[in-house]
């Protein structure tokens, strides 16, 4: 049987109106399926003409047309008509029957039409088919079957392509001749008809079909909006009689447009300007600055990947954010992803990024407003982000107060699940980006979002073996899309910036890269810049500048090693603290106490605190930062030692030692402390760490001397990082197994092989102080590369860095089960972006391997068994129920209970039945943001006194200044 012999309805069959595509939360109505199509396709057409960048849009258009004059009107008309056929597996028996009252009796069920399929699956098994009647096929590569399956995946997920039987197609996908036939033969035609009949596209490549799969959710998502639903089912509401599909069509595309003004989908742009007048705040650019300005113009005229490395506070922010608005222009995508390694540093960067593009964003139409992005698991807690007061749909309010004008503020919209990537700006954590890479719903979605911007992946570096494959695979398919990309980093190995640039330069279209091919980074100019181009030529700043880039000015840092003895597992620091904090406490200043675990930072603030009892007025101040605080408090504390040794603390007059301030201040804390925060410290203590942590541990200390702001005491002559290490305590005469040993809990945290090798060449530097920048590539190179180290380390370091090759090997090779495919291995199949090829446990789809997490919700329990937030039991109550009218809980009240929540490691209590006192409420089943919390209840005694959770054969003491303690 000929395709066009497989249909059952006459040219012009009209749809019937009376077949739904929209029914739930409509008040009893129900909205033709037809006009649910239309909307969608013309949402499609909007979304191409006002907010694709023109890059991607030139690329798609390249793609589908003839790539030497790209049609972009009629890729345009095609995509969209693509769009409007997402839903048309709705018209079967089985779907339809789904709400009450429509009556099917002339449409009786087919043998297999669509029972047990999705409707999504259904829509791509009968377009691979149908799609031929309107001309699809002929080419020697036909568009249809890869057509079909980018529509299977509305819904997040594509459907494997169908077994087709050449005799009699439809039938052997469970299709027959009939009145379900000829309504969806209807359907098409009369989409087909609405978008003036746009024809075959000349090629559709996978990639590009992935990323229009997420175009089609998009415009799907927008107008299935109730509020966009019923007011177009009340446009009809008292008329004559339905309009005509092409009416309907017409007033679809005036009124989709309000829909991207509400979502907060307009573009934020930035006219061309040079760095001066980018930053009018820096007189005199650095020398790094001044060299990307100078010279990157010349080479990003298609984009690229450009890599900086330089030391911590040489303003690689400011020098990335110029990148990014050249790279931008050059390549037609205005929009920013700025990828962070933390909530916390995503958080500060997101406020630096909005003064940016208030200063810098060219002022949008009035009523067309655009959303800058935060993106994190807890954004929505960020009363900078989500102000306080409740936001409604297409309500624009400034997060600095009601009622005030904020050209960027959130909206509910862009809140809900898996959108914050399509706002034109956004910034988050680097896993917001990763799920791209991830066979995971909706990855097209993320895809797509991403592929209208210029992407920013700030500490490039502070990626494990796990997250380096999911990176690189990001950036190959960066590449392939042509998205202009802004690799940051102060301590970055050459080999793995090699594997970075390479990832990005084999996705990009041309030859295949081949095994004997040069490495494109073989050594990094350190304080530098590289620019990688499509085209895999790679230009360094030492090619271009006649000299090394010169650096700012900063005084060798003092590294001294200090042994603390171990004793049954733990280190006892406290006589190296009272030693090296001995003029602190006389003369005032500020160091930090970096520890490994936060039980070790626990244990440490309890001795300090012990010690500073005694000293009356001398006592500094102390504070505790790690990641087991609630939300809330930790947020506080982040931003208290911001305040007072950022910038801007000297002009508050907060920073000890100053007049008025002669008490120290000493804050213990986490690795938490170690990236992107802007701190300057006198004086640094911390574990040993791999050197490239301890480097980025150091950029905190005497980090503004340059500015000439900061006064410091006089024992603070010199920066100076005093480095913890193991050693055996000889106190008791006895030898103990454990002594000397590093403890077990650093162990779990870095490798040992890598905590020896930089013992041992930190001891080979004896008295020899740190230059910054001169050293620093060195010292993050050899630790890995110089062999000789083996020489000055246990015997046993070599089987230490056999396991940990082996360790990191493992990691590798799990992330290559999880990421996407590469584009060039898709072939003419999407299945593999959503579906694994191996059977995997779902905890395996993370973007950091075995940092799977919990919050968990500390609550009190007073003596008549009511259950509160806040310790004294009388302010804040556990809210039980929602007191939204519905039902729901209010944003305030989601607030109030995640503000208090912390995350801690899954453990192997998690997961299995939770005893009854530490499950949620009832109603929070329907929460999505509380359902999964574990609730950690503390019995308050008539005294006032507080019992600890008992969970997993733990208790759990919610410590008003220490955080969360867990003890077994």
Known sequence: MAADDCFG???????????????RGLDGARYPLLHHCLDTAAAALVLWREYLSPGMRANLAAALTDPAAPDKDRAGRTIAFWAG??????????FQSQAKGVDLSGYPPEPDGGEARPHATVSGHWLAVALKTLGYGTGHRDPAPLVAQLLSGHHGRFAEHPTIHATDPLASLGFAPGPWEEQRQALLETVFAALDRPGQPDALPAPEATVICGLVILADWLVSQRGFVLARLADTAGADGPPSPAAHFAASLQRVPRLLDEAGLRPITVAPATFAESFPFITTPNGLQRSLAEHLPALCGQGGLVLVTAPMGEGKTEAALHAADLLGAATGRPGRYLALPTMATADQMYGRLKEYANARAEPAPPG?????ALLHAMAWLNPEYVPDHELQVSTVLSSSGPGSADRFAATDWLLGPKRGLLAS?????????????LRAKHTMLRLFGLAQKVVIVDEAHAVDPYMQVLLERLLHWLGRLGVPVVLL?????????????????????GKKWRRSDPAPVTALSYPGWLHAAPSRVVTTSGELEPGPIPATEREPLTVELAGVPVRNGRADRIGVLKARLAGLVEQGGCAAV??????DSQATVDALAEWFAGLGARAPELRLLHARFPNQQRTAITEEITGRFGKNGPAKGLRPGLPGQPRGYVLVATQVVEQSLDLDLDLLITDIAPISLLLQRAGRCWRHQHLGTVTRPAWADRPRMVVLVPEKASAAGREDAEDGAFPMGWRAVYPVSLLKRTRAMLRRRGTDPVRIPEDVQALVDDVYDDETLAADVEADVAADDVARLGAEMALRTLAKNVVVPEPRDMGRDLIGMTKFEIDLSEHLLATRFGAGSVRVLCCYVDTRGGRWLDRGCGAQPLPEVGEEKDGSFSRKQLRAVMAQTIPVRADSWYGQALPEGNRPPDAWAESFHLRDLVLLPHRVNPDGSVEPAELGGRSWLLDPLKGLVVEK
């Open 9 to 23: 309805g006459e040219p012009g069959q009209a749809v019937d109106l009376a077949l739904w595509g929209k029914e």
């Open 85 to 94: 056929l997402h839903d048309l597996g709705k018209l079967t028996h089985s």
């Open 368 to 372: 067309r407003p655009s959303t800058l």
């Open 425 to 437: 700006w956004s910034v988050g954590t680097v896993d917001q980006a990763l799920m791209a890479a």
């Open 489 to 509: 980093s102060a301590t970055l190995h050459h080999r793995t910036a090699n594997s970075l640039v390479k990832a990005y330069l084999s996705g990009c279209p």
């Open 594 to 599: 970096v520890c490994t675990t936060v039980a």
